[in-house]
């Protein structure tokens, strides 16, 4: 590994322990044991366990792998959705899965704000079948309040609440009481390399796909939720699977375990607080979140007077490594991951660097 230290908001900064655990599966040949073999059953039940364990899931849920949180969206439209899905719109990620239900031909409804604002309303279509909702967006670090969510899920206990968890899970604490279906992909939080996805799911969920397909509807050749869950029974997947990143993602998942979830998520606490406090103390940066309640914790994005380009390369040469803004905001936003793997002194001396810098 080189030097530098990657604050970029996925792909990210590797988990500390990740070399040692890439080393480990290695040893135990798990890029060439079978996905049909006792071994590989192990380690898949030993991935589903600690995850059940760090999201303090319910018994209802399951989890699942699949290429990425892209391909959730689109499983998701294709086994949750007969008529129509609902979403919250408020940056780039959550429209994109809105997209996916536009080109499913679902007719989708959406709650827009103008990105980075909070919503008016909290209402949702009586029809709505499935309610999209991103918990933190990465794209412009507007964090979904996790009250209006279980708000919504009591005024709607018939929908399905389907939570975009890409860049907040585990650090960002959600009841998964008020949940059905939630996804990340494991380039954020994680700290390993992108190409996996994560599905959870709730026995609702698979009742709902298994009804779907009795109706004749397609669910998907490739993936569709029960063949997930058929599989999943015997810990086990449809497809010839990412052996290796299952594997590495249950250790890591073991590793937060062992500092405690809620010792990971404080100090996810402490470090955006002084991030924020940084930016604000900064002539050049500016949080684009003005109301502290919607200010992401995991994904620090700020205006940058004059350019990013500025903020970007002086921290390169110190080897640390800013994401621009996302889209169309590259050149006039950055923005500073904050995961589990970013550890306290790395984001203090962030910080103070910038604040000498930039005084
Ligand atoms: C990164 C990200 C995604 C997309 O993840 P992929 O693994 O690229 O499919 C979706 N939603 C959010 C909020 C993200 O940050």
């Known amino acids: 590994m080189s030097n530098k230290i990657f604050f970029t908001p996925g792909p990210t900064q590797l988990f500390y322990t990740y070399q040692d655990h890439f080393r480990e599966a290695i040893k135990q040949d798990v890029g060439s044991i079978s996905h049909r073999s006792k071994e590989f059953m192990r380690l898949f039940q030993e991935t589903r366990e600690?995850?059940?364990?760090?999201?303090?899931?319910?018994?209802?849920?399951?989890?699942?792998?699949?290429?990425?949180?892209?391909?959730?969206?689109?499983r998701m439209v294709q086994n949750l959705v007969i008529n129509r899905?609902?979403?919250?719109?408020?940056?780039?990620?959550a429209k994109k899965f809105y997209d996916f239900a536009l080109q499913y031909q679902k007719s989708p409804s959406k709650t827009e704000s103008p990105f980075g604002q909070a919503y008016e309303s909290m209402d949702i279509p009586e029809d709505a079948e499935l309610c999209g909702i991103t918990l933190n967006e990465t794209s412009n670090g507007f964090m979904f309040p996790a009250e209006d969510i279980y708000q919504i899920k009591n005024e709607n206990p018939d929908c399905l609440m389907a939570i975009d968890g890409v860049s907040a899970l585990p650090a960002i604490p959600i009841d998964f009481n008020y949940i059905d279906t939630a996804y990340f992909s494991?380039?954020?939080c994680f700290g390993m390399p992108a190409?996996?996805?994560?599905?959870?799911?709730?026995?609702?969920?698979?009742?709902?796909?298994?009804?779907m397909e009795t109706d004749g509807m397609v669910t998907g050749s490739y993936h569709s939720l029960t063949s997930f869950e058929k599989y999943g029974q015997k810990n086990q997947t449809p497809e010839t699977p990412n052996a290796l990143s299952i594997f590495?993602?249950?250790?890591?998942?073991?590793?937060?375990?062992?500092?405690?979830?809620?010792?990971?998520?404080?100090?996810?606490?402490?470090?955006?607080?002084?991030?924020?406090?940084?930016?604000?103390?900064?002539?050049?940066?500016?949080?684009?979140i003005k109301e502290k309640k919607y200010r992401s914790k995991t994904v620090a994005v700020c205006n940058v007077q004059n350019g990013s380009d500025?903020?970007?390369?002086?921290?390169?040469?110190?080897?640390?490594?800013?994401?621009?803004?996302?889209?169309?905001?590259?050149?006039?936003?950055?923005?500073?991951?904050?995961?589990?793997?970013?550890?306290?002194?790395?984001?203090?001396?962030?910080?103070?660097?910038?604040?000498?810098?930039?005084?």
């Open 85 to 93: 899905s609902h979403h919250f719109l408020n940056g780039d990620f």
């Open 50 to 74: 600690n995850l059940h364990q760090l999201l303090e899931l319910t018994d209802d849920h399951r989890i699942y792998f699949t290429g990425s949180a892209n391909e959730i969206w689109e």
């Open 310 to 359: 500025t903020v970007i390369e002086v921290c390169k040469k110190k080897g640390w490594v800013l994401g621009p803004g996302y889209s169309d905001q590259k050149q006039n936003q950055v923005r500073i991951a904050n995961f589990p793997m970013h550890s306290k002194e790395q984001v203090e001396q962030l910080c103070d660097f910038l604040i000498r810098e930039f005084k």
């Open 186 to 188: 494991v380039q954020k």
């Open 195 to 211: 190409g996996l996805g994560v599905w959870i799911a709730n026995k609702r969920c698979i009742e709902k796909a298994k009804q």
């Open 248 to 288: 590495i993602l249950g250790k890591i998942a073991e590793d937060m375990l062992r500092r405690g979830v809620s010792h990971v998520r404080n100090e996810t606490v402490y470090k955006s607080t002084i991030l924020y406090q940084t930016a604000e103390s900064v002539s050049i940066l500016d949080p684009f």
